[in-house]
């Protein structure tokens, strides 16, 4: 099975600066795919950003990119010029590629973004 | 479009009731999910679709009941309602259970059992 991990309960950046939120997972697949998903305090799960793992170009969503490591399986994410609407919880996913991905996305615990003004 | 929706956003029952949380997606997709986040946790799959008529269980199947008899719809049902049930369920859908597509969450069903 499948594991995500994400080290950082909580972090804490001013407005406008960047930040870094790590991510690791443990599989023996070659093949899958990593989400981040923001849910802020309405509770809506919103998908920021996705990563095939059999690219080796990073993602990247405006202000959202990711750092994929295939072999350190780490997929970090870096927000830059943060918003007080980057304020969230933060959750990386996993999805796997073989079967289907039938069982769905194993998620992390999470990272509570706090934005400081 | 509405998405997905879910019915209802809150709600409290005691120990030993019964209840149908509701999902349904208006996007035509083949594949539905439930999931619970309790604090402190992310999210954990509870039972899954991959279409009219078929369904299988995710990693908390214990205590959840789930149907699907149309694409739109795809109820979870809650047999005897014990206190570790209290969580966040969530509903969701996408194309399809494979590749990258992305899964489109419900607003979420805050459930309290005392």
């Known amino acids: 099975a499948q594991t995500v991990t994400q080290s950082q309960p909580e972090m804490s950046v001013q407005e406008a600066e960047t930040v870094t939120l790590s991510c690791t997972y443990d599989t023996s697949e070659s093949d899958y795919y990593l989400f981040w998903y923001k849910q802020p305090p309405s509770r809506q799960m919103i998908l920021v950003i996705r990563?095939?793992?059999?690219?080796?170009q990073n993602a990247t969503e405006n202000r959202f990119s990711v750092n994929f490591q295939k072999a350190a399986k780490s997929f970090s994410l870096k927000i830059s010029d943060s918003q007080l609407g980057d304020a969230a919880m933060y959750f990386c996913?996993?999805?796997?590629?073989?079967?289907?991905?039938?069982?769905?996305?194993?998620f992390g615990k999470g990272t509570h973004l706090i934005i400081q003004p | 479009n509405a998405g997905v929706t879910q019915t209802p956003k809150f709600q409290v029952l005691k120990t030993g009731q019964s209840m149908t949380l509701q999902c349904a997606q208006d996007?035509?997709?083949?594949?539905m999910s439930w999931y619970r986040q309790d604090p402190g946790m992310g999210l954990r799959l509870i039972h899954y679709s991959v279409g009219a008529g078929i369904t299988d269980q995710g990693e908390v199947p214990n205590g959840y009941n789930v149907s699907r008899s149309t694409t739109e719809d795809f109820p979870l049902r809650l047999l005897s309602a014990a206190p570790s049930q209290t969580s966040v369920y969530f509903c969701?859908?996408?194309?399809?259970?494979?590749?990258?597509?992305?899964?489109?969450f419900g607003p979420g069903t805050r459930l309290t059992v005392t």
């Open positions: 990563q095939e793992a059999y690219k080796q």
């Open positions: 996913a996993y999805r796997s590629y073989s079967g289907g991905g039938a069982d769905g996305l194993t």
């Open positions: 969701a859908s996408s194309y399809s259970i494979s590749g990258a597509y992305e899964q489109y």
């Open positions: 996007m035509n997709h083949e594949y």
